[in-house]
């Protein structure tokens, strides 16, 4: 079992950027592949990112694809989501998770999550 926290979201106007950060304890983190989800009230959790074990391959949803970027340090335990020119549909409450598939973008898929932070964008 993983215990993640995120930090780093807030209030930012429309095309700003944000850093989130996710710290990770527990012996297996380093194996694990990490990633981001979002959701909004209504609706249901939504992928973002997803970095390798490695931290040598990432993919991400379409939405954010350009303006997004995930990076991991194994050595802090602490994996990112640097998060520029943000839109008001990026509103959302932002959650780190660790799984054991890089593969995929289910958050089922995904065993350890944090608690979430808030990401909220103004137009």
């Known amino acids: 079992q993983v215990q993640l926290e995120e930090s780093g979201g807030g209030l930012v106007q429309a095309g700003g950027s944000l850093r989130l950060s996710c710290a990770g304890s527990?012996?297996?983190?380093?194996?694990?592949?990490m990633g981001w989800f979002r959701q909004t009230p209504g609706k249901e959790r939504e992928f973002v990112a997803v970095?390798?074990?490695?931290?040598?391959?990432?993919r991400y949803a379409d939405s954010v694809k350009g303006r997004f970027t995930i990076f991991r340090d194994n050595a802090k335990n602490t994996v990112y989501l640097q998060m520029n020119s943000l839109k008001p549909e990026d509103t959302a409450i932002y959650y780190c998770?660790?799984?054991?598939?890089?593969?995929?973008?289910?958050?089922?898929?995904?065993?350890?999550w944090g608690q979430g932070t808030q990401v909220t964008v103004s137009s």
């Open positions: 998770a660790a799984g054991w598939s890089y593969s995929s973008n289910s958050a089922a898929d995904f065993g350890s």
């Open positions: 527990g012996r297996t983190f380093r194996r694990n592949a």
């Open positions: 970095i390798s074990w490695s931290g040598d391959s990432t």
